[in-house]
């Protein structure tokens, strides 16, 4: 039986080759499932989209505009479908080289079932959230930091970033290596019937350049840094920095950044130097942060206190 209207049926086949296994988890505009290749018997990821305030999935599993959309929302929804495809196109292109950070792209597949869907390799993993419960000492996280910053540099390589950078995109291997997925916010395209810039990044942790897209917005390096910083001071302090565009909002109002920052809490498991380099990856303006994850990880290297500091 199916238990939601929404998804894809368990054994349903798709380009006469994969048959769902079964919904692995979904977002603002995707489901992603776990298939298995017809003819190898091997495991593959498929993300699909469907972006649930705009559509509805008909009996035969077809996808199809609400009758009840009004025209800048089927504008919206053609600007969604784009960032869709040229999220695809990033994804093959830093996979002009292999890097085990990031999931194999095989295939992009546009309009089947009135939809769109990215292949890629499926890799056995555990959710960070999970493997943060196991974590016994500060340079276990500063390994994964490293590990992180190191997979954002080949992505940059390709003038590709991220920008979506968090807890709910990072995936555990066996081996404890970090896999970076979802790379929906990478893209970002300009609206003309809004003039703005437009991506999918996450406010929470975006970096004040990304929220700020009434001109073409300046992503470079920094930016994915900044969301490594804001994944650093979440895990240390169970609690988010404050928005990046309410700090400005603060500031151009003449007030000082409410900023809270890491050294000004109890953290010693960290030596100062440490705390400090997040809390610079953390600077409201790119300028003042890390131009490289080079630099980055150098800093986040020097020594650290080894005694447990999860609970």
């Given amino acids: ?13 798709l380009f006469n080759r994969y048959t769902i296994i079964k919904k692995l988890g979904e977002g603002n505009y995707s489901f992603v499932y776990l298939a298995i ?13 469907f972006p649930h305030e705009f ?78 419960k196991k974590l016994k000492s500060p340079n276990q996280l500063i390994k994964l930091a490293n590990e992180l910053l190191l997979t954002l540099e080949h992505i940059h390589y390709f003038n590709i970033y991220h920008q979506d950078v968090k807890i709910e995109n990072i995936l555990i291997k066996k081996d404890k290596t970090p896999l970076i997925i979802d790379f929906g916010a990478s893209p970002i395209i300009y609206d003309s019937m809004s003039g703005q810039y437009f991506n999918t ?10 929220l ?18 804001v994944l650093l001071y979440k895990i240390l302090t169970k609690s988010c920095p404050i928005n990046s565009k309410t700090r400005e909002r603060t ?32 600077s409201l303006y790119p300028e003042d942060r890390y131009s490289t994850t080079e630099e980055f990880r150098k800093i986040l290297n020097a020594k650290t206190i080894k005694f447990p500091f999860f609970n």
Wanted: aromatic share 10%.
């Fill in 1 to 13: 039986m199916k238990l939601d209207s929404r998804t894809l049926n368990r054994g349903e086949v």
């Fill in 37 to 49: 290749d017809i003819s190898i018997k091997k495991y593959f990821v498929i993300k699909e989209f």
């Fill in 55 to 132: 559509v509805n999935r008909k009996n035969n599993n077809k996808i199809f505009l609400k009758n009840t959309l009004i025209p800048s929302k089927i504008h919206q929804y053609n600007y969604l479908k784009l960032l869709f495809e040229k999220e695809a196109e990033n994804l093959k292109t830093i996979n002009t080289s292999k890097h085990p950070g990031i999931s194999n792209f095989i295939s992009f597949h546009n309009n089947t079932n009135n939809s769109a869907y990215i292949v890629t390799d499926y890799v056995k993993t555990i959710s960070l959230q999970t493997y943060l």
């Fill in 201 to 210: 990044a996450s406010p929470d942790s975006a970096a004040l350049e990304q």
């Fill in 212 to 229: 700020s897209l009434s001109y073409p917005p300046e992503i470079n390096n920094c930016t994915d840094i900044y969301a490594v910083a």
């Fill in 251 to 282: 500031i151009n109002q003449g007030y000082h950044d409410p900023y809270i920052p890491l050294t000004s809490k109890r953290l010693s498991c960290f030596n100062k130097k440490v705390l400090n380099a997040i809390d610079k990856a953390l």
